[in-house]
């Protein structure tokens, strides 16, 4: 046996003492050693967990340095990290984890003339198209994880985007890198012929690549496949190309396609210079259906032909998926003609309209030519376009959102062959799946021959053998076709065994002269490309054989994820019989499959306390990883931990997961279970009594407001309560009224008999702002509708007190408390509920619950009736103009304009396109979102001390900014009470705004006539 090319490392266990103490003195970033925080570093999207030495996340390249140098000394390993989002292992690692997406992630250079960018490695991909948009140019790699996929590690594993039929992979498109070795030299990589004179380290290493490549060119040759989508091993072709598609331009060799796909193993990058592509003008999109999924596979080669800029795959499955929802329902079925097996997105661009048109044309004829005449559904419209691709991406989210131990599992999911092998290989692996008792559901890349396909397996049963089982017969029948294991997502743990099956022995030797030549000490992420480990080593999984959450006893009913899927038929057994000790609490945990897509930018919600902070501890995958890993008893006995207590410090409970997460990992309900838990051990501190409480003190602060409110009036008194309880002396509090609305003679008028809507008004809007119920009841009242205000029911021991929904219990975790408010409102509203009257509220936070936390609570069958009742009042309005009942009065405003700012939970449900639609019957409105995410505010968060920067921050990213641009015709419409007093706080500095709830929009334009009503009503 020959001596190992690379040196064995010093054994380092995870938490090392003398390293951290070492990176502490030397960096300016933050140096994460404890547990919870190297537990969320120990997972990527991959099946795999190892715990990482620590993790340091470098404030600049000097940071990155000195990370360097320690770790050099010390013989420690280092594992560079951008969004974290491989799928197979690579960015997890016993090393010290350095993460760039936080800081570095500058654009540092850009040249329009040149089309080209240089950047630092933690940018996103859509963070930095959306700085290039202006120009009228895109880095054209599109992953489908561009928002959390870091440019630094798209270059590590050579991403490829659904347009690499038109612009490549990222191999093709990098230029050239700027990398700092794990000897502390720095190098520029890039093409041969710009590099000159070489310092003698970089010359050295040129050449010993150089000399590599050249002895091997017949085993390049012979091993390398020649497909266009070959991510596998190092790129030692760069010296003798096998790629379809040239990697230069000028045929030349580029040594930064070296570090290209070299996952972090070879050296740091420290800054990359990209080819840019104009934004495509015009584009097309033909739908072609399929009666077979077969007739698709076998026919992709002739649609490539006509050079599109994508074809990409939809099954029957996904097809039916999509369907399911009703919102994509209509979309998907204006794209199908009958009802196709398979469907191919043909997509064409052009630098003018006539061109991409002419294709589609051409495709519609090609289709006739081929026996499928009639079968193109053709789409020219940008937004109906958009919308198609958008259905296409939420499919495979379906998809992976399958409750249930067994998973769909990513290490076959990118296999490339030829295209006229495409058809034959699908349908074989099809077989191979039914043989081990599972499916796949194929998506994607048809145009490059990758088709991405996921079969469920159960890693904690026999999941692991029937990988290997059917990893074997997938890889045989690859090397048959002559394609590449390895397509689009690399090695990493999952595939580095395979490296030698790939490129053969004598290849994976030169593999290993590379990884010597780079980093002959192998500190940089070791056991990935070369000398890894077997990819069944249970060691490695998340959830190992015998995996198992602790016994807890939930205080919500989680029993909906505690099921078994059987994945061949589809079928799902009965709630609370998964067997779960958690009671499903550990299963809802574990729908995270740790993409990564909750580190977005973009207009949803998702995850409003991760803009602000930009930390894995913060965003929706760090919580519920750091849940899981408590759940499973991973950093400690106790549950109800400090850590989890702080991972979820931040969460503001926006519910915008629930909505934008692929898999629906809704961390405003674990966070209540948490809360529970947590109060149960460690009581709760005098601010979240005072809060939680507040239904049960309000009638009390209503008959003395003065006294109350004295909190803001009284010089140093703001300055006490925050000493006291915590709430910040930099905010002033709702204020108390005497003339509630439920007091009030109009509410106590509406009292109609057999209502048809029955007014809930919540202890804020009751309270603080009873003009918005008034509101509320006119605009009802001048529509002509029987309203009853909701009071408590006859029976209720509480009668006086006004129905509550239990929000203020559920944030402080007293789900008892919120249980038994919960109750007195299902009786009190069962009756009309039973009558077929409808509920509607004004406060999204408590109307929703209706719909939300008051199904988890065990009410039973009336809380379930109910929920299809709740709705808020624009969402009722809006439901009966759609259905032609509506007879609202309405006149101009003196504003022309509304700008509209979405409560999160208006959002996660939906309810913010009834917010807008109503506000459009008001004649000569123009209506406009903001495109904001939380306001900050959220409920009593932003009004404690110690959040109160940070609530800040996240109303300054968009909310703010569009308020104060927003000119004296804009009414600014916000329905949360929260969100207005934010928006008022946020102004107040400069030119204060005050928003108003829909309803007073609404009520302030009812025309004359009907305010006749409404003073007759009040009277
Ligand atoms: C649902 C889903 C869909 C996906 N779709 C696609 C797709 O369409 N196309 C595709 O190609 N991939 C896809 N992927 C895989 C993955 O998202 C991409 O490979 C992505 O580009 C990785 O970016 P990242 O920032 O998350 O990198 P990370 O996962 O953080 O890192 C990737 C590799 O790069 C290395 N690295 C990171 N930064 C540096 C640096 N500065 N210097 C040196 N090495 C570095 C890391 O060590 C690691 O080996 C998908 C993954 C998921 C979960
Ligand atoms: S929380 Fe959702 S979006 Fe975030 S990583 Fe997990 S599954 Fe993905
Ligand atoms: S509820 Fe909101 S803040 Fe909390 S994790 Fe989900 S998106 Fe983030």
């Known amino acids: ?73 010390l013989g420690a390993p280092m594992l560079p990290r951008g969004g974290g989002s491989s799928q197979c292992g690579q960015t997890v690692g016993a090393a010290l984890v ?175 210079t990209l080819k840019l592509a104009p934004l495509p003008k015009h584009k097309t999109l033909g739908v072609v259906s399929f009666p077979t999924l077969y007739k698709a596979m076998e026919l992709t080669k002739h649609i490539v032909a006509l050079r599109p800029a994508a074809v990409e795959l939809v099954d029957r499955t996904m097809i039916e998926l999509a369907r399911s929802n009703p919102a994509f329902r209509p979309i998907i079925d204006g794209a199908l003609v009958g009802e196709p097996d398979a469907i191919l997105l043909v997509e064409f661009i052009g630098e003018d309209a006539e061109t991409p048109r002419r294709t589609l044309d051409d495709l519609v004829a090609l289709m006739g030519d081929l026996g499928l005449p009639g079968q193109v559904v053709r789409m ?37 062959v030829p295209l006229e092998h495409l058809a034959d290989y699908v349908d074989r692996l099809t077989q191979v799946f039914a043989k081990h008792g599972t499916r796949g559901t194929w998506y994607a890349h048809a145009s490059v021959g990758t088709l991405h396909v996921r079969p469920i397996l159960d890693m904690r049963r026999d999941g692991a053998a029937k990988m290997r089982a059917i990893a074997e017969e997938a890889s045989a029948m690859v090397r048959e076709y002559k394609g590449a294991y390895s397509g689009e997502h690399g090695d990493g743990l999952v595939r580095t065994e395979w490296v030698a099956w790939q490129f053969g022995a004598r290849l994976t030797r030169a593999f290993e002269e590379v990884k010597a ?61 998964g067997g779960d000790p958690a009671k499903g609490f550990a299963k809802a945990i574990e729908m995270c499959n740790n993409n990564g897509h909750c580190r977005k930018f973009d207009a949803g919600t998702m995850c409003p306390s991760f803009r602000v902070t930009r930390d894995e501890e913060h965003v929706t995958r760090g919580r519920a990883n750091t849940l899981r890993l408590a759940v499973s008893g991973q950093l400690g006995p106790d549950f109800a931990s400090e850590a989890v207590r702080e991972a979820l410090e931040l969460c503001v409970s926006c519910k915008g997961c629930r909505r934008d997460c692929p898999t629906g ?76 609305f439920l007091s009030s003679r109009a509410a106590l008028a509406a009292n109609a008999d057999r209502p048809e809507v029955v007014l809930l008004v919540d202890t804020f809007n009751n309270y603080h702002e009873p003009e918005n119920a008034h509101a509320a009841l006119r605009v009802l009242q001048a529509a002509g509708y029987r309203v009853a205000v909701a009071r408590a029911g006859a029976n209720d021991a509480e009668r006086s007190r006004p129905l509550c929904c239990g929000r203020t219990y559920l944030g402080a975790g007293l789900v008892d408390e919120a249980k038994r408010e919960a109750r007195r409102m299902v009786e009190a509203l069962s009756p009309h509920v039973a009558a077929g009257a409808t509920v509607v509220g004004l406060e ?70 009834p917010a807008v639609a109503v506000l459009k ?99």
């Open 665 to 740: 990992v809704d961390m405003a309900k674990m966070k209540i279970e948490f809360a529970f838990h947590w109060q149960k051990r460690h009581g709760l501190s005098l601010k979240d009594k005072l809060v939680a409480y507040m239904p049960k003190w309000a009638p009390w602060a209503a008959r003395f407001p003065f006294i109350v409110n004295l909190r803001d009036a009284l010089p140093g008194a703001a300055r006490l309560s925050e000493r006291i309880a915590g709430l910040s002396a930099k905010r002033t509090l709702p204020q108390w009224r005497n003339d509630t």
């Open 380 to 416: 020219t419209d940008a937004n109906e376009q958009k919308a198609l691709w958008e259905v296409r991406k939420a499919g495979l989210n379906i998809m992976m959102s399958m409750k249930g131990d067994g998973k769909p599992v990513s290490f076959i999911e990118d296999c490339a």
């Open 844 to 913: 999204p936070s408590c109307l929703l619950a209706l719909r939300d936390e008051f199904l988890v609570m065990g009410l039973g069958d009336a809380a379930q009736r109910l929920s299809t009742r709740a709705l808020m009042i624009e969402e009722f309005l809006a439901r009966e103009q759609r259905e032609g009942r509506l007879k609202l009065p309405l006149k101009a405003l003196p504003q022309k304009r509304a700008l509209v700012h979405g409560h999160c939970h208006q959002k996660a449900f939906d309810v913010l396109n």
């Open 98 to 272: 350095i993460d760039a997406s936080k800081h570095l992630r500058e654009v540092v250079a850009f040249d329009r003339d040149a089309m080209t960018v240089t950047v630092e490695p933690g940018i996103t991909l859509d963070a930095l198209n959306a700085w290039l948009k202006p120009h009228g140019v895109w880095f054209p790699v599109d992953v489908s994880t561009s928002a959390q996929a870091t440019l630094g590690g798209m270059a590590g594993n050579n991403s490829c985007g659904s347009r690499s039929i038109a612009y490549g992979n990222m191999v093709h498109n990098v230029l050239a890198a700027d990398a700092l070795l794990a000897d502390g030299t720095e190098v520029r990589l890039g093409a041969e012929a710009r590099i000159g004179d070489a310092p003698p380290r970089l010359r050295g290493l040129m050449d010993g690549l150089r000399a590599i490549a050249d002895r091997e060119r017949d085993e390049i040759v012979r091993q390398v496949p020649k497909v266009m989508r070959r991510v596998g091993g190092y790129n030692l072709d760069a010296f003798h190309p096998q790629s379809e598609r040239p990697y230069t331009a000028d045929g030349g060799v580029n040594y930064a396609h070296l570090l290209v796909g070299s996952e972090g193993t070879l050296a740091w990058t420290r800054t990359l």
């Open 921 to 1019: 019957l008001i004649p000569g409105l123009q209506v406009e979102v903001i495109e904001s995410s939380c306001c900050g505010m959220a409920g009593s968060f932003g009004y404690e001390a110690a959040h109160y920067d940070v609530s800040m921050k996240m109303a300054e990213l968009t909310l703010l900014p569009a308020v104060r641009a927003a000119g004296d015709d804009t009414v600014i419409v916000a329905d949360g009470t929260s969100c207005r007093h934010q928006i008022a706080d946020g102004t107040r500095a400069g030119r204060p705004r005050e928003a108003l709830h829909v309803v007073r929009v609404l009520a302030s334009a009812l025309d004359p006539a009907a305010q006749e009503i409404r003073v007759s009503a009040a009277s």
């Open 1 to 73: 046996m020959s001596a190992p090319l690379v040196r064995p490392l010093t054994v380092y266990r995870p938490g090392d003492n003398e390293l951290s103490r070492r990176l502490q003195a030397a960096v300016q970033g933050d140096v994460l050693f404890d547990r919870a925080s190297r537990g969320r570093y120990s997972t990527d999207a991959s099946i795999y967990q190892v715990e990482p030495i620590g993790v340091l996340i470098p404030r600049s390249h000097e940071d990155l340095r000195a990370a360097v140098d320690v770790c050099r000394e």
């Open 517 to 577: 030549l780079f980093d002959p000490d192998g500190l940089m992420n070791p056991g990935k490309i070369v000398r890894g480990t077997k990819m069944d080593d249970a060691r490695l999984f998340r959830y190992p054989p015998g995996y198992a959450p602790v016994k807890l006893d939930t205080a919500l009913d989680w029993s909906a994820w505690d099921v078994h899927a059987d994945p061949v038929t589809d079928t799902v057994t009965a709630p609370g019989t």
